[in-house]
C-alpha cells in the first residue's frame, strides 16, 4: 500500500492556505444532515466537537469521564508554545517551526509543522476570547515565559494549570453547543469497536459504564480523539483510564499505526515508592533552571544526602554536558538518570531515583525566592512523599509521559481506513521522534479548532445522502464479538487480577522498550508478550457483571489490547535499527551516548498495517523529504 | 499500619446501601488514600468478592473525578486536599475509618461510592462560557486585561468541579461551584457582554437540579481542594439581585436559557 | 410581574428576603435594647420613655400612630424572615434528605449551626415576652398603663419590669438564655445578611463580621443587664 500523506504543493508558507482555499464545502443546510461521531472531549475532542457544533454539524461527543471536563490534558502544567513573538526576541512561524522540526530529530512531517506553527497564533487569540485566564504583565498584556531550552519566550500559560484552563475553555464551548442541540454529549461511554461499512468507517460499538448497556451508532464519519497510549506502561503520569483500545481497535479495523515505539519518558516525576504505586505524578520540567541533579559517586551509598560530602557526589549532568548541564533535552536527562540508577548508584528507599537538589540555589538566591518560583510544586512534592524539599534534595526519576506515535494520518488528519479521523495525541502526526516542552496542547487544539473543520468538511462534501441504519448487518456482527469478548473476561475465573498482569507487562516494557533499547532485550520481549497475553486470556479474574458499574472489566478489555500494542510497539522498535529523538537503541550512539541517525536508511514514518490474528503484521514507510531545514546532530556538550 | 474501613456498599439500582467493615492491614503510609483502596480491592478479588467502585482518574487532583467523605468530611481530614492527593500517613495505626459516597439530591448514587454529577454539567450549559465560536476571535492582545484581574479571575477559575462543596454543604446547596464559574467569567472584560444573563440562566438551572439553599456555613471552602474562596457567593448574589431587580433585559433574559 | 416572582422563586431571592427583614429586626433590636437602658434612670425616666414612644412623629402622625406603623413594619418583616426561612430549609432538607452515617463540619462555626433552632427559640420567646412585659398576660402582678385625668397616660413599664424579675429568679435565666440565643444568631445573621445581599465581598468581610461581632455583642450584653440588674437589686 502506498501512503499518500496528500501534502499540498508549493512553497511551505503557503501550502495550508492554498489547500484551504480548494477544500469542498458542506452547504450550511446541509451540515446538520451529517452525524459526526467524535471520541474523546480533550483540548482536540472538545475544540472539535465545539467548533463542528458551531458550524452546524450533528456531532455526538462520547467520553469515558463522567464528565467531558476530566479529560486528561486537563493534567498539562507548563503551557502552550505560539509564535505570538510578543517578546521581540525574534520568533516567528519558521522558528517555532524550525525548533519542532529539529527537537523531533527530523521525524515529521515540514508541512504538517509548519500547519502547526501557523495555526499556534490563532490558538492563543480564540482561547483568550473563550475567557482561559492566561498569566499577564502589568500592563494587561499577555506574559509569557521561556519553556524546554527553548531560546525565545514563546510559552503561553495560567500558573501550572494551563491545560486546565485551556481544557475548561473546550469545555464551555462544548457545553454551548450541547445546550443549542448540536453536540449530544454521552459520557461515561466507552468506544469498543468500529463499524466499517464497505471500506469506510461509519459507527461505533460502545458500552454506558455505568449500566453495562451496549449500545451501536452510526454516523458519516468518525473521529478519534483519544490521547496517547503511555498506560501501556502501567506507571505513567497518565490518567488511570487513559488507555489505547479506540485505536488499537482502529488499526485491527485496517487503520495503520505509526511510529509505535516513539514515547517519551519525562525526566522529572516523583519515583515509585512501592509496588502498590498505581501512577506517577510529574514535577514541572522547570525545577530544572534551579534544581542540580546529583547521585552518590560510588555504588550502595546508603548514607542521607546531607552526610554525603561534595567531594563524593556526581553532578552527573553537569559533568557529562558541560555547557547544558542539567538544562539538557528530556530525552538526554532521562536516559542518563537510568544510566546511574542501572549502576546501583540511585536514591531513595527504592534506589530507583536521583536528587534534584536546591540547597545550592537557596544558598544562593535565598529560600524566599526559591518560593516565588517553585512554592507550589515543592507543596505538591511534599504532600506526596512527606518529604520537606526545602530541608532535603527532592528525588525524582524519569516517568513515561507522552507518545509521539499513533495512528497515521494524512495532511487531512484522515487515517488510511476512510471515513476515520484521528486528532491530538492520538495520532502520530507532528512531533517526530520526540516532543517540545508546551507543543502538546498546541498540536491538540490546532487540530480541533482549526484543521479538522475545514477537512471534515472536504470528506462529507461529496458524501450527502449516504444514509445507513445501525440495522445493517456489519453493526450486528461488530456487536456481536464486543459481547462475547465482554464474556469472556467474565466466564475466566482465573486467579490473576488486571492490575497483576498490567503491571508485570508495565515492567518488562519500562524494562525492554523504555529509556534505551536493544535488539536483544526487544526480541526477549517479543516472546514474553505474547505468553503473558495468552496467561491474561486463561487466568484472569474479573468479579462481578457486566451490567453495572465495574471497573475490573473495564480494565481487563483496556488491558487486553495493550498487549498487541506492546507487541507492536516493540516490533517497531526492533525494525527502526537507529536511535532518533527518545527512540534509543544502545547499538546507535554517538561516542557521547547520544542518539545516532541513521538518516539514509530511516529518514521515514514506518506506518504498520494489521493482518490477522497470529499475522505479523507489515510495516510501511512514508518518506520524509526536508526542503527547507537542514538534517543536523544534536549535541549538548 | 492496621485500619478498619466502613465503606458504603450500594448496588446498582438500589435505593439504599450500608456500611460493610472491612480490614486494612498492612498498609503503607507513604501511599494515597486510593491506593489504600485499591489494595482492599485487589484482596476481594481474590477473595472473589465485588470490589468498592469509585471515582477516580488523574490521581494528582486536577480531574476531579474522585472524592469520598471520609469521617463525615469530603476528601478527608487534610485541607486543600482531593481525596487521590491524601496520604496514608495523616492517619494512625489502629484508625477506624468511615467512608460514604456524596451525599445531595443533585448527586445521585450510582454504586458503591460512585455518584452521578451531570448536574454541574448541566449549570455549566445553561450559561457557563463566553459565546466566542471558533473563528471569531481577535487578536489576543487587542484586549488588555488587568494583572489583578486575571489572578483573581485564576483563583475562581481553579474549580476542578468534584463536588465536595456540594457534599458538605449542610443544604446540599451547589453555590460555590456555580459563583466559582460566574466569577471567572464575570470578572474578565470578555465575560461581560453575557454577564447578568449568564448569572439568572445558571442560578435557575442549579435550582432545578435540585440543591439547597445557602445559609453561609463556609463548609463548602474549607473542604475545596483548589481552596476556591466562598466570597464569590456573595459576588453571585449580587450579580443575580441586580439582574433581576435592576436591569431591564427584555427578551435578553429568555434567550440566556435558550440556543446561545 | 414575571420577573420579580422569578426572583422570589429562587433561593437566592428568598435569602435576600431574609436578609433585609433581618436587617430591620436587627434596627429593632439595636433600639429596643438602646431604649431599655434608660431604667438605669430610674422609674420615672424609664415610664416617659415608654410613654413617650406613643408620641413618636409627632406632629405628623397621630398619637400612637408612628407606633403603630413601627410594629406593622416588625410584623411584616417577622412574617418574611419566618416564611423564607422556612421556605429555604424545605429546600434545604429536600437537597440533603440523605444524612451522612458519620458526620462533621469542616469549620462552621456554633452560630450558624444553630441558627434554625435559635430562630425557633426566639420566636417563643418574643411571643412570652410579649405575653409578660408587654400584655402583662403571664406577668405575676402586671400594671396596666391608666388614663389620668387630662388625657395623659401612665406607664408602669418600670414596676412591671422589676415585679416580673425580682423574685422570679427562673423568669430572669429564660430571658437570659433567649438573649444568648439573640447574640449568636445576629453574630451570624449580620454577616450572613451581607453576603445575602452581595454585600460582603472580599474587601468588605472582615468589616461585616467585626459589625456583626460588635451589634451582637452590644445588644447582647444590654439585654442581659436588664434582669441581672434587677436582681442583684441595681433596679429596683
Known amino acids: 500500500m502506498i501512503l499518500d500523506a496528500k501534502i499540498p504543493s508549493g512553497p511551505l508558507a503557503e501550502k495550508w492556505d492554498n489547500h484551504k482555499a480548494h477544500l469542498k464545502l458542506v452547504n450550511p443546510a446541509n451540515k446538520r444532515k451529517f452525524q459526526i461521531l467524535m471520541v474523546g472531549t480533550g483540548l482536540a475532542g472538545g475544540s472539535a466537537a465545539a467548533s463542528l457544533g458551531e458550524m452546524g454539524y450533528n456531532v455526538t461527543c462520547f467520553c469515558y469521564q463522567d464528565s467531558p471536563r476530566r479529560a486528561h490534558s486537563i493534567a498539562a502544567q507548563g503551557g502552550i508554545n505560539a509564535a505570538k513573538n510578543y517578546q521581540n526576541d525574534g520568533d516567528s512561524v519558521f522558528r517555532l517551526f524550525y525548533d519542532t522540526v529539529k527537537g523531533g530529530d527530523f521525524r515529521a512531517r515540514e508541512a504538517n509543522v509548519y500547519r502547526l506553527a501557523q495555526l499556534s497564533v490563532s490558538i492563543i487569540d480564540q482561547a483568550v476570547a473563550a475567557g482561559v485566564p492566561f498569566a499577564r504583565e502589568y500592563g494587561g498584556y499577555l506574559a509569557n515565559r521561556s519553556f524546554g531550552g527553548a531560546q525565545v519566550s514563546r510559552t503561553f500559560y495560567a500558573r501550572g494549570q494551563t491545560g486546565q484552563q485551556l481544557l475548561l475553555g473546550c469545555y464551555q464551548a462544548l457545553s454551548r453547543q450541547v445546550e443549542r442541540g448540536t453536540v449530544k454529549m454521552v459520557p461515561k461511554t466507552e468506544v469498543l469497536d468500529l463499524v466499517v461499512v464497505d471500506g469506510t468507517v461509519r459507527g461505533l460499538i460502545t458500552r454506558d459504564l455505568r449500566t453495562g448497556e451496549i449500545r451501536r451508532h452510526v454516523g458519516d464519519a468518525v473521529v478519534l480523539a483519544t490521547g496517547g497510549y503511555s498506560n501501556v506502561f502501567y506507571l505513567s503520569t497518565n490518567a488511570k483510564g487513559c488507555n489505547a483500545t479506540a485505536i488499537w481497535r482502529a488499526y485491527r479495523r485496517g487503520a495503520h499505526f505509526a511510529n509505535p515505539c516513539f514515547t517519551q519518558i519525562h525526566p522529572t516525576a516523583i519515583p515509585a515508592s512501592g509496588d502498590y504505586q498505581s501512577k506517577l505524578t510529574l514535577m514541572s520540567e522547570s525545577l530544572r533552571n534551579d534544581g542540580r541533579i546529583w547521585v552518590p559517586a560510588k555504588q550502595g551509598d546508603h548514607r542521607r544526602p546531607g552526610e554525603i560530602p561534595e567531594a563524593e557526589r556526581d553532578y552527573y549532568l553537569e559533568r557529562r554536558y558541560p555547557s547544558f548541564g542539567n538544562l539538557v533535552p528530556r530525552d538526554v536527562a532521562s536516559r542518563a538518570a537510568k544510566q546511574v540508577v542501572d549502576e546501583g548508584r540511585g536514591v531513595g528507599p527504592t534506589g530507583v531515583g536521583v536528587y534534584l537538589d536546591f540547597s545550592d540555589a537557596i544558598g544562593r538566591l535565598g529560600r524566599d525566592t526559591i518560593e516565588d518560583r517553585y512554592g507550589n510544586l515543592f507543596e505538591m512534592y511534599e504532600r506526596i512523599t512527606g518529604e520537606d524539599p526545602y530541608q532535603v534534595p527532592m528525588r525524582i526519576y524519569p516517568a513515561p509521559h507522552y507518545t509521539m506515535g499513533g495512528l497515521w494520518v494524512d495532511y487531512n488528519l484522515m487515517s488510511t481506513l476512510p471515513g476515520l479521523f484521528v486528532i491530538g495525541e492520538a495520532n502520530f502526526s507532528d512531533h517526530g521522534a520526540n516532543r517540545l516542552g508546551a507543543s502538546a496542547l498546541m498540536q491538540g487544539l490546532a487540530d480541533g479548532y482549526f484543521v479538522l473543520p475545514y477537512t471534515l468538511g472536504h470528506y462529507l462534501a461529496p458524501r450527502m445522502g449516504q444514509k445507513l441504519s445501525t440495522d445493517h448487518p456489519a453493526f450486528a456482527a461488530v456487536e456481536e464479538e464486543v459481547r462475547e469478548r465482554q464474556a469472556k473476561f467474565l466466564a475466566t475465573r482465573g486467579s490473576r487480577t488486571v492490575d497483576s498482569f498490567h503491571r508485570e507487562l508495565g515492567k518488562l516494557m519500562w524494562d525492554e522498550c523504555g529509556m534505551a533499547r536493544t535488539a536483544e532485550g526487544l526480541g526477549r520481549a517479543l516472546e514474553r508478550i505474547p505468553q503473558l497475553a495468552e496467561e491474561f486470556w486463561r487466568d484472569v479474574r474479573v468479579v462481578g457483571d457486566g451490567e453495572s458499574v465495574n471497573q475490573s472489566l473495564e480494565k481487563a478489555g483496556r488491558v487486553a489490547d495493550f498487549f498487541g500494542l506492546a507487541e507492536l510497539m516493540c516490533r517497531d522498535a526492533l525494525a527502526r535499527d537507529e536511535s532518533c529523538g527518545c527512540h534509543l537503541r544502545l547499538e546507535h550512539q554517538t561516542p557521547e551516548g547520544e542518539a545516532l541517525r541513521r538518516d539514509d536508511r530511516f529518514r521515514h514514518v514506518a506506518a504498520w498495517s494489521y493482518h490477522g490474528e497470529g499475522e505479523p503484521p507489515v510495516r510501511h514507510r512514508e518518506e520524509l523529504v526536508f526542503e527547507n531545514v537542514e538534517l543536523t546532530q544534536r549535541s549538548y556538550k | 499500619m492496621n485500619l478498619t474501613l466502613y465503606i458504603w456498599r450500594q448496588a446498582r439500582g438500589e435505593a439504599e446501601g450500608r456500611l460493610v467493615r472491612y480490614d486494612a492491614p498492612d498498609i503503607n503510609p507513604d501511599m494515597s488514600f486510593l491506593e489504600m483502596l485499591d489494595v482492599v480491592n485487589e484482596r476481594l478479588i481474590h477473595q472473589g468478592e465485588r470490589p468498592i467502585e469509585f471515582e477516580h482518574d488523574c490521581r494528582e487532583g486536577i480531574c476531579g473525578s474522585c472524592g469520598v467523605v471520609v469521617d463525615g468530611i469530603a476528601h478527608g481530614p487534610l485541607p486543600a486536599t482531593a481525596t487521590c492527593q491524601l496520604h496514608m500517613r495523616h492517619f494512625k495505626d489502629g484508625d477506624s475509618l468511615t467512608i460514604e459516597p456524596w451525599r445531595a439530591k443533585g448527586f445521585p448514587v450510582v454504586q458503591d461510592l460512585v455518584v452521578d454529577r451531570g448536574a454541574f454539567d448541566r449549570i455549566i450549559q445553561a450559561g457557563g462560557f463566553i459565546s466566542a465560536s471558533t473563528g471569531n476571535a481577535p487578536e489576543a492582545n487587542s484586549l488588555p486585561v488587568g494583572k489583578d484581574v486575571a489572578e483573581l479571575a485564576m483563583d475562581a477559575a481553579e474549580c476542578i468541579g468534584c463536588g465536595a462543596c456540594v457534599a458538605q454543604c449542610p443544604n446540599g446547596a451547589a453555590h460555590l461551584f456555580t459563583a466559582a464559574k460566574l466569577a471567572h467569567l464575570g470578572l474578565l472584560p470578555q465575560g461581560q457582554p453575557e454577564r447578568y444573563q449568564r448569572v439568572v440562566a445558571m442560578v435557575e438551572r442549579m435550582e432545578q437540579e435540585g440543591f439547597g439553599s445557602c445559609s453561609n456555613f463556609r463548609e463548602c471552602e474549607a473542604v475545596c481542594p483548589k481552596q476556591v474562596s466562598s466570597h464569590w457567593i456573595s459576588r453571585m448574589n449580587r450579580d443575580y439581585l441586580k439582574a433581576q431587580l435592576f436591569l431591564d433585559r427584555g427578551p435578553e433574559k429568555k434567550r440566556a436559557s435558550g440556543p446561545g | ?236
Open chain 3, 1 to 236: 410581574m414575571a420577573e420579580s416572582r422569578s426572583v422570589l422563586s429562587s433561593s437566592l431571592g428568598k435569602k435576600a428576603v431574609m436578609a433585609v427583614s433581618g436587617l430591620i429586626l436587627v434596627g429593632f433590636v439595636l433600639a429596643h435594647m438602646a431604649g431599655n437602658l434608660k431604667m438605669y434612670l430610674g422609674r420615672e425616666a424609664f415610664n416617659h420613655y415608654a410613654a413617650g414612644l406613643r408620641e413618636l412623629g409627632q406632629p405628623f402622625f397621630p398619637h400612637g400612630g408612628l407606633l403603630w406603623v413601627a410594629r406593622g413594619v416588625l410584623l411584616a418583616a417577622v412574617v418574611a424572615h419566618i416564611g423564607s426561612a422556612w421556605l429555604l430549609t424545605r429546600q434545604a432538607q429536600r437537597a440533603r434528605a440523605t444524612r451522612y452515617q458519620r458526620h462533621a463540619y469542616a469549620q462552621a462555626d456554633y452560630a450558624v449551626r444553630t441558627m434554625r433552632w435559635g430562630g425557633v427559640i426566639l420566636l417563643l420567646f418574643v411571643v412570652y415576652h410579649l405575653l409578660h412585659l408587654t400584655l402583662g398576660v403571664v406577668h405575676p402582678s402586671f400594671t396596666h398603663p391608666e388614663t389620668l385625668p387630662g388625657g395623659t397616660e401612665a406607664y408602669h413599664a418600670y414596676e412591671n419590669l422589676v415585679a416580673g424579675f425580682a423574685g422570679h429568679p427562673l423568669v430572669a435565666l429564660a430571658y437570659m438564655a433567649a438573649n444568648l440565643a439573640l447574640g449568636f444568631h445576629l453574630y451570624h445573621g449580620i454577616w450572613s445578611a451581607g453576603r445575602s445581599l452581595g454585600l460582603g465581598t472580599a474587601s468588605s468581610d472582615a468589616l461585616w463580621r467585626r459589625a456583626a461581632l460588635l451589634v451582637a455583642f452590644v445588644v447582647t450584653a444590654g439585654n442581659l443587664s436588664f434582669p441581672i440588674a434587677v436582681l442583684c437589686g441595681v433596679v429596683k
